[in-house]
């Protein structure tokens, strides 16, 4: 059997320096990915603090735009109770009741109030049926913080403010 030479010998394995430079990429692509990561979820955390704005406030606007199109006339109240009772309306408050005109010429009328002294504040619609309901009968957005229906300027505007200070103002509608 014929012995080999040390040089003859094939090389095995891999050299320090290729080793280190292998560590070293691969600690600079996990490095970037955990950055990416970070800066993924920052994001996103961001983003999810404007659902409010960009979630809610179309589908309200949606919903108001309908309702105040077709009303014939509107009036503001200081609350739903105010409403309610059919007391001297104002320019400022948190109830807005709208009037409309059926084919048979009815007059029926609709209100919108925000209920700030439940558990869960709500901008709910309220329909005159033979008498005010207790219960709404349906609501427009739960994720506000406020409500104010003013028509100080001449125009009906009704400024939204959600849970956390974001705040949107809708203008419009008919006297």
Known sequence: MKKRCCQCRKKSGFSLVELTVAIALALGLAS????????????MKHLGSFAFLRDEAPQINRVLTSLLASSNSYWIYDNKEAAFADEIPTNVGSALVLSYRSPTGDLDEVA??????VEDKALNIYSKNNGWQAEPNWTITSIVEDVEFSDETGVLTIALTGRRGEEITYMGGVR
Request: aromatic share 16%.
């Open 32 to 43: 970037t990915v955990v950055v990416l990561a970070a800066q993924h979820t920052f994001f």
């Open 112 to 117: 919108i109030s925000f209920d700030a002294e």
